[in-house]
């Protein structure tokens, strides 16, 4: 309004821009506060964006027209006299909250406190935009709220659980405003505050939490006696119940439709304390009874209280005397109603008042162990509900049944005693002197071996067999498969008799035997359970025997040559006290003491068994397969011919040979088995050095460009005829910045010119060749970002023998060479370019063409007026 009102043109255009600036904001209305209580005034900015901590000026008026400097976040010196000293007590003090908002607190509000409080932001801003401060009004009243305890009950309050209590405390207001109460009752316990029901200022009941049940059911209950009394009632005590009750008053007003806490007073009511119920359970500490008889256990009760209460008893059972491990086990419970939940041998009945009986029939080993008897009182509450008060765990009473064990003693003789090796062994384990046995009685038998002992060795005895109390029938790991396959037999050949026979005894057989008899006996639940067990004197199964000898000697007949010439190493054997014997060779190689690459290796080449069946076992040349032989020459001579040898066959070969003797039918029993004396294969060689390494002239391209990498290959020491050297190449790539990944393979070539490229996921293309005899060329076709990274290539070198055969080198590897691959910007922006460049020209020309037309053919309108109104102003339409 005080700018002229401008004239503009039909058709003109109006901009309009809406500055948005920063807005100073502190609470709306007015604030009411009383004498002696805090003052908290908040105040924030927002909608700016400017430093990143904010400063603040308080000012203050009492009347609302001329400000005092009160406080500031930003200069010192800023406060009025007046109010320096209570900024140095502290009762007048700023606390920051954000970075664009301040509170300002004043401790102990007094009278002349009450008026205009206005909160402002300095500004350096060229420009105004927004408000840069704002004001609120603050009313102090006088303390008119008067809050006290009321005189009963006693500051100590002594009580049981499940009795009654009352609490009350006077609270009044004489403020000449329209002021509400609110009532709130808490207890206090050590450290801890909880609310446990609360009278709001709107005339609304609050329970605190876990106070929500007890105050819908009506056990907690808050109501006014009088005018200014409100009284707390409790129907049921409860141990938590216990601690400091206060009365915390609020007063409240309502400023433009929304409620202000102008104050708030805590009175002290008064110190409850629940005294504990006294329970305790005891059972009778020893107790012996019977197999099959009746076990009896009573639990005596003994508590304080008389009043009207409901016991739960229950019973446990554990293997140990501790009733907190998870072992234990509910036997039978008795709830409060008198019902009684246990099972079919086990009942619990109710003798008097204060005892109650645990009756288990017919007990077994299994019923020994520890018996609890645990309490719990409870105790009727309001609307029908319960609360426990107490409970108790007795001591455990230790509870033996005595088991009448059979009695019987058990004699091992062996029927069949071996005199030669192959011969039949038959024991028989026997049952003699039974007493005390009956028909849930039953027999089972174990067998065990034991070899001889030494002086210097320790026995130990070997399960062949065990039978359990269901009569299945289970072998040990030294009998299993003999036992499959009917070398032991092991059967019942009476009641009172157990038998185990060997079919072909051998020399592993020789040592002590002993049997050991078990009584089962039948449960309730059809189950055996193992009761003793008895063993019987060992039966010592020997016979005098020579070991066997087995000497294997193994020679070369051509001790010198040179590589690709043909080894041969002859193997002869003899043996002593092993009976028709034959023979299964093992040809095993090992590095020379001096190779450092896999030292204590052993490698297994070719074998031939006992049956002559000829395996290659570690063999895996595959352009030498049939390289190796071994023949048999003679029954106890053998033979290893190697064809076309490496320089990777340098080592120690050996003959490992076993004999075996025939058991029965086509089966076969190992003997002795024994290792020749080494033949050592070693070449002298002088030839030439073998190195690699990397060049590319192209180390950084432009996308789409050809990458070329060169593997030159370079010797030293003897020369070489090129046609005597062949080399199998393979190019790998690391694609990243470090060595950090797993190479990649990208193409070989081998020595006999077949090239090997992996697949790839983009488009560039890999060409590998030989461009001289000791150079090769990897080409990257159309390069890609993907193709940047580490190269190398790996090269294993081949060289001909004076014999005419190829001898394989040991693989080099180059150091890796890194590629960059570029984005060429200029070709990549030159034709979206070119595109927006013709489309804009197109698009323009068609603009003024249609708009030509337009005023042409389209708007053309003819006028005709007098020379009198075309000298006339325009008319006030117009404008």
């Given at each position: 309004?005080?700018?002229?009102?401008?004239?503009?043109?039909?058709?003109?255009?109006?901009?309009?821009?809406?500055?948005?600036?920063?807005?100073?904001?502190?609470?709306?209305?007015?604030?009411?506060?009383?004498?002696?209580?805090?003052?908290?005034?908040p105040c924030n900015v927002s909608d700016y964006d400017g430093p990143?901590?904010?400063?603040?000026?308080?000012?203050?008026?009492?009347?609302?027209?001329?400000?005092?400097?009160?406080?500031?976040?930003?200069?010192?010196?800023?406060?009025?006299?007046?109010?320096?000293?209570?900024?140095?007590?502290?009762?007048?003090?700023?606390?920051?909250?954000?970075?664009?908002?301040?509170?300002?607190?004043?401790?102990?509000?007094?009278?002349?406190?009450?008026?205009?409080?206005?909160?402002?932001?300095?500004?350096?801003?060229?420009?105004?935009?927004?408000?840069?401060?704002?004001?609120?009004?603050?009313?102090?009243?006088?303390?008119?709220?008067?809050?006290?305890?009321?005189?009963?009950?006693?500051?100590?309050?002594?009580?049981?659980?499940?009795?009654?209590?009352?609490?009350?405390?006077?609270?009044?207001?004489?403020?000449?405003?329209?002021?509400?109460?609110?009532?709130?009752?808490?207890?206090?316990?050590?450290?801890?505050?909880?609310?446990?029901?609360?009278?709001?200022?709107?005339?609304?009941?609050?329970?605190?939490?876990?106070?929500?049940?007890?105050?819908?059911?009506?056990?907690?209950?808050?109501?006014?006696?009088?005018?200014?009394?409100?009284?707390?009632?409790?129907?049921?005590?409860?141990?938590?119940?216990?601690?400091?009750?206060?009365?915390?008053?609020?007063?409240?007003?309502?400023?433009?439709?929304?409620?202000?806490?102008?104050?708030?007073?805590?009175?002290?009511?008064?110190?409850?304390?629940?005294?504990?119920?006294?329970?305790?359970?005891?059972?009778?500490?020893?107790?012996?009874?019977?197999?099959?008889?009746?076990?009896?256990?009573?639990?005596?009760?003994?508590?304080?209280?008389?009043?009207?209460?409901?016991?739960?008893?229950?019973?446990?059972?554990?293997?140990?005397?501790?009733?907190?491990?998870?072992?234990?086990?509910?036997?039978?419970?008795?709830?409060?109603?008198?019902?009684?939940?246990?099972?079919?041998?086990?009942?619990?009945?109710?003798?008097?008042?204060?005892?109650?009986?645990?009756?288990?029939?017919?007990?077994?080993?299994?019923?020994?162990?520890?018996?609890?008897?645990?309490?719990?009182?409870?105790?009727?509450?309001?609307?029908?509900?319960?609360?426990?008060?107490?409970?108790?765990?007795?001591?455990?009473?230790?509870?033996?049944?005595?088991?009448?064990?059979?009695?019987?003693?058990?004699?091992?003789?062996?029927?069949?005693?071996?005199?030669?090796?192959?011969?039949?062994?038959?024991?028989?384990?026997?049952?003699?002197?039974?007493?005390?046995?009956?028909?849930?009685?039953?027999?089972?038998?174990?067998?065990?071996?034991?070899?001889?002992?030494?002086?210097?060795?320790?026995?130990?005895?070997?399960?062949?067999?065990?039978?359990?109390?269901?009569?299945?029938?289970?072998?040990?790991?030294?009998?299993?498969?003999?036992?499959?396959?009917?070398?032991?037999?092991?059967?019942?050949?009476?009641?009172?008799?157990?038998?185990?026979?060997?079919?072909?005894?051998?020399?592993?057989?020789?040592?002590?035997?002993?049997?050991?008899?078990?009584?089962?006996?039948?449960?309730?639940?059809?189950?055996?359970?193992?009761?003793?067990?008895?063993?019987?004197?060992?039966?010592?199964?020997?016979?005098?025997?020579?070991?066997?000898?087995?000497?294997?000697?193994?020679?070369?007949?051509?001790?010198?040559?040179?590589?690709?010439?043909?080894?041969?190493?002859?193997?002869?054997?003899?043996?002593?006290?092993?009976?028709?014997?034959?023979?299964?060779?093992?040809?095993?190689?090992?590095?020379?003491?001096?190779d450092l690459s896999s030292p204590n290796e052993t490698k297994y080449?070719?074998?031939?068994?006992?049956?002559?069946?000829?395996?290659?076992?570690?063999?895996?040349?595959?352009?030498?397969?049939?390289?190796?032989?071994?023949?048999?020459?003679?029954?106890?001579?053998?033979?290893?011919?190697?064809?076309?040898?490496?320089?990777?066959?340098?080592?120690?070969?050996?003959?490992?040979?076993?004999?075996?003797?025939?058991?029965?039918?086509?089966?076969?029993?190992?003997?002795?088995?024994?290792?020749?004396?080494?033949?050592?294969?070693?070449?002298?060689?002088?030839?030439?050095?073998?190195?690699?390494?990397?060049?590319?002239?192209?180390?950084?391209?432009?996308?789409?460009?050809?990458?070329?990498?060169?593997?030159?290959?370079?010797?030293?020491?003897?020369?070489?005829?090129?046609?005597?050297?062949?080399?199998?190449?393979?190019?790998?790539?690391?694609?990243?910045?470090?060595?950090?990944?797993?190479?990649?393979?990208?193409?070989?070539?081998?020595?006999?010119?077949?090239?090997?490229?992996?697949?790839?996921?983009?488009?560039?293309?890999?060409?590998?060749?030989?461009?001289?005899?000791?150079?090769?060329?990897?080409?990257?076709?159309?390069?890609?970002?993907?193709?940047?990274?580490?190269?190398?290539?790996?090269?294993?070198?081949?060289?001909?023998?004076?014999?005419?055969?190829?001898?394989?080198?040991?693989?080099?590897?180059?150091?890796?060479?890194?590629?960059?691959?570029?984005?060429?910007?200029?070709?990549?922006?030159?034709?979206?370019?070119?595109?927006?460049?013709?489309?804009?020209?197109?698009?323009?020309?068609?603009?003024?063409?249609?708009?030509?037309?337009?005023?042409?053919?389209?708007?053309?309108?003819?006028?005709?007026?007098?020379?009198?109104?075309?000298?006339?102003?325009?008319?006030?339409?117009?404008?």
């Amino acid at each position: 309004s005080s700018f002229p009102a401008p004239r503009l043109l039909k058709g003109s255009l109006i901009s309009l821009t809406l500055c948005q600036g920063r807005v100073v904001r502190v609470p709306a209305g007015r604030l009411v506060r009383v004498v002696g209580t805090e003052l908290v005034i908040p105040c924030n900015v927002s909608d700016y964006d400017g430093p990143s901590e904010q400063n603040f000026d308080w000012s203050f008026s009492s009347s609302g027209s001329s400000f005092v400097e009160l406080a500031s976040t930003w200069e010192v010196g800023f406060p009025a006299q007046l109010y320096r000293e209570r900024l140095q007590r502290g009762e007048i003090l700023l606390r920051r909250t954000a970075n664009d908002a301040v509170e300002l607190h004043i401790r102990n509000v007094q009278p002349s406190d009450q008026g205009h409080y206005k909160c402002s932001t300095p500004s350096t801003d060229a420009t105004v935009q927004g408000n840069y401060e704002d004001t609120v009004q603050v009313k102090v009243l006088a303390d008119a709220l008067h809050v006290s305890a009321s005189a009963q009950p006693s500051p100590a309050l002594s009580l049981r659980e499940g009795e009654p209590f009352e609490l009350r405390c006077s609270a009044s207001t004489t403020s000449l405003l329209h002021t509400h109460l609110s009532v709130m009752w808490e207890v206090h316990r050590a450290s801890s505050r909880r609310s446990i029901l609360a009278l709001t200022h709107e005339s609304r009941f609050r329970p605190g939490p876990g106070y929500e049940q007890r105050y819908n059911s009506g056990g907690v209950r808050l109501d006014t006696v009088g005018s200014n009394v409100y009284r707390l009632s409790v129907s049921r005590a409860l141990s938590a119940d216990q601690g400091l009750y206060k009365c915390v008053v609020s007063e409240w007003i309502g400023e433009q439709g929304a409620w202000q806490e102008i104050q708030e007073k805590t009175v002290d009511v008064a110190t409850v304390v629940i005294q504990p119920t006294v329970l305790r359970a005891a059972v009778a500490r020893n107790v012996s009874v019977a197999e099959g008889k009746e076990l009896d256990l009573s639990c005596n009760i003994t508590t304080d209280r008389m009043d009207d209460i409901r016991p739960e008893v229950t019973w446990y059972f554990s293997r140990t005397p501790d009733s907190t491990l998870p072992g234990s086990h509910v036997l039978a419970r008795m709830d409060r109603d008198s019902l009684v939940h246990s099972s079919p041998h086990v009942a619990l009945s109710h003798m008097d008042a204060r005892s109650y009986h645990l009756l288990v029939r017919d007990v077994g080993k299994e019923n020994s162990g520890y018996y609890f008897c645990h309490v719990t009182l409870w105790v009727p509450g309001h609307n029908r509900s319960w609360h426990k008060v107490a409970e108790a765990m007795s001591a455990p009473a230790g509870v033996d049944v005595i088991w009448l064990e059979p009695d019987y003693q058990v004699y091992l003789n062996a029927s069949k005693v071996p005199e030669f090796s192959d011969d039949p062994t038959e024991l028989e384990c026997r049952i003699v002197d039974v007493k005390r046995s009956d028909a849930n009685v039953r027999f089972t038998v174990s067998w065990y071996f034991r070899i001889n002992p030494r002086s210097d060795s320790v026995v130990t005895s070997e399960l062949l067999a065990v039978m359990n109390g269901d009569w299945t029938l289970k072998y040990g790991e030294r009998s299993k498969q003999r036992a499959q396959n009917g070398e032991l037999i092991f059967s019942k050949e009476h009641m009172d008799t157990f038998s185990f026979r060997i079919q072909r005894t051998t020399d592993e057989d020789r040592g002590s035997y002993y049997c050991v008899v078990s009584a089962w006996t039948k449960q309730r639940n059809n189950s055996w359970v193992k009761s003793k067990d008895v063993l019987s004197r060992p039966v010592n199964i020997f016979w005098a025997s020579e070991d066997s000898v087995l000497v294997v000697k193994a020679r070369q007949p051509k001790p010198f040559f040179a590589a690709g010439n043909t080894f041969e190493m002859t193997c002869k054997v003899s043996s002593k006290n092993i009976k028709s014997p034959r023979y299964s060779v093992l040809i095993t190689a090992e590095k020379p003491v001096g190779d450092l690459s896999s030292p204590n290796e052993t490698k297994y080449i070719i074998s031939l068994d006992q049956d002559s069946v000829v395996k290659l076992e570690n063999w895996t040349d595959a352009s030498r397969v049939d390289g190796v032989v071994l023949e048999k020459v003679q029954e106890d001579e053998f033979r290893y011919r190697m064809y076309q040898t490496q320089v990777s066959d340098a080592g120690l070969y050996r003959c490992m040979v076993t004999a075996w003797s025939p058991v029965g039918g086509s089966l076969w029993r190992e003997a002795a088995t024994s290792l020749s004396n080494p033949i050592e294969i070693d070449f002298q060689t002088s030839g030439p050095v073998f190195n690699a390494s990397v060049h590319s002239a192209t180390p950084s391209v432009i996308r789409g460009d050809l990458i070329k990498l060169f593997c030159i290959i370079s010797t030293e020491g003897a020369a070489l005829d090129p046609d005597d050297m062949a080399f199998d190449v393979s190019w790998f790539a690391v694609h990243s910045f470090g060595l950090d990944k797993a190479p990649v393979f990208l193409s070989s070539l081998d020595r006999k010119g077949i090239v090997n490229t992996a697949e790839r996921d983009w488009k560039s293309n890999l060409s590998l060749e030989r461009v001289g005899v000791l150079e090769f060329l990897l080409q990257v076709h159309g390069s890609e970002d993907q193709d940047f990274g580490n190269y190398y290539c790996s090269v294993t070198p081949w060289v001909k023998s004076p014999t005419g055969s190829w001898q394989k080198e040991a693989e080099i590897h180059s150091k890796p060479i890194f590629i960059t691959v570029k984005m060429d910007v200029l070709n990549a922006f030159k034709y979206p370019l070119l595109i927006g460049i013709g489309l804009s020209t197109v698009i323009g020309l068609l603009s003024c063409l249609i708009g030509y037309c337009s005023s042409h053919w389209c708007c053309k309108k003819e006028v005709q007026e007098t020379r009198r109104e075309r000298r006339r102003l325009m008319s006030m339409e117009m404008d």
